[in-house]
């Protein structure tokens, strides 16, 4: 699928901003790889999911041009800049697209209220090999040190053994000394005490989204929350196509 | 899991907005099986995935209440309306919750761009029956009448029989006659050309997100674009675990 007489064209983006560590850091390791065009926000857009700017246009600007890296601040969502780099700034279909390194996981349900995840399961659609880094650590000044080989090794795989149709990555890192990877599922849990409640000069109530994370299956040791728990790696080979395929013979059984 | 002694309750929100056409019609559909709570954006949210308000914070007023209804408009996404209508609006779990009628087909590849469906993940997120209905039609005054007596008989066999764990339903009707239901899997499809480039007074380049819907396997009749093509409703089985379950082993077994 890809020429290996040449350098890949690796298109990267990120939900935290085209500023952002994260992102600096995975140009940087991407650059040994392959050339390579970043797309990014032009400012933080978390927890942005697979959102599309689509009541008013978008932009985006150069911020940056030199051999074998060109940047780029998009004023749309992650989605946005994967498909605006795919549809109007690439001159042809990247080998590969990296989202991140995000500051905060994105393992379990988190997938799916993630940004940089979207830009993920964007160019997965698109049939682009497409691999999301996170750490599990908020933190703008995280540091990645440990995490670097195993992104550069991870990306390296991804582009010599390609992914099956439908088909993208999602590799979380735990905070402190990594143990190793584990492959695993996406854990089973939920969201619970989701809102801090104030009141403002007026006496009228407002909400800012908190909480946190209840585990549905602690014990599990196959899961992504618990390679991460246990200082591994996680990897989640995760799909775009949603259909739970066992429960389509069930509702043929209904009465519609 | 439901009480058959008392009315259900049912959460109700949309992307389109607590004023749009589909969910004043949902309502009213939902008024005759059990009691309603609509909280629903206090305006147009489309494309918004499963994006969740972080940056500010978010609040919701009182639009309407009479007996066994009561609406409310929220400034969030419609994400953020199930959260918060979850943790700081009902008094209890509600027995479902549905989301629509949107406006536009959420059909193959949209359920990951949709808002509609992204707030009925977050219900299946949180171990509640969740459906999303859609409408092959972008009008804002399309006709629902056909679709009508489907909605009904759908909900009701949902609170009759309940899903497995972890899955939810994207229901969406065709444009024109109906020829029955199909339960069906999400069609393998992507977006291209999405972009309309034009040029603001100053000669700046913005972009308008359009395009269209590519259809990678037209000839494949258990498909949700074949039952619409085809003027039968389409009912998708869809599930919040991502994993791709056949790729783990695969990727056990790369050099990492």
């Not at 650059?31 to 797309?39: L, M, P, S, Y």
């Not at 990296?98 to 940004?115: C, E, L, T």
């Not at 659609?125 to 995490?147: Q, R, V």
């Not at 991804?158 to 492959?183: M, Q, R």
Request: hydrophobic share 40%; aromatic share 8%.
């Amino acid at each position: 699928m890809i020429d290996k007489t040449k350098r890949p064209l690796i298109l990267i983006t990120n939900d935290d901003g085209a500023d952002a560590n994260g992102i600096l850091v995975l140009t940087r390791l991407m650059c040994e790889i392959g050339d390579v065009v970043v797309v990014a926000p032009d400012g933080p857009r978390s927890a942005q999911s697979n959102a599309l700017t689509v009541t008013h246009p978008i932009r985006f600007k150069e911020i940056e041009e030199k051999e074998g890296l060109k940047r780029y601040s998009c004023s749309g969502t992650p989605t946005d800049c994967v498909k605006l780099a795919l549809n109007e700034i690439l001159d042809r279909k990247p080998d590969l697209i990296v989202s991140g390194i995000n500051h905060g996981s994105n393992a379990a349900i988190n997938v799916i209220y993630s940004g940089t995840m979207g830009a993920v399961l964007e160019g997965c659609e698109n049939g682009i090999l497409s691999i999301g880094f996170s750490i599990c650590n908020h933190s703008l000044s995280a540091d990645f040190t440990d995490f670097e080989p195993f992104i550069l090794q991870i990306t390296k795989e991804t582009l010599k053994n390609g992914l099956p149709h439908g088909t993208c990555l999602n590799v979380n890192a735990p905070v402190g000394e990594i143990a190793g990877v584990k492959v695993a599922r996406q854990c089973d849990g939920r969201w619970t005490k989701e809102f801090a409640r104030r009141a403002d000069p007026q006496g009228r109530a407002y909400f800012w989204l908190t909480g946190y994370f209840e585990n549905h299956e602690p014990d599990a040791q196959d899961t992504d929350e618990w390679a991460l728990a246990n200082g591994f790696i996680s990897i989640v080979p995760t799909k775009i196509d949603l259909t739970a395929y066992n429960a389509i013979e069930i509702v043929r059984g209904w009465d519609i």
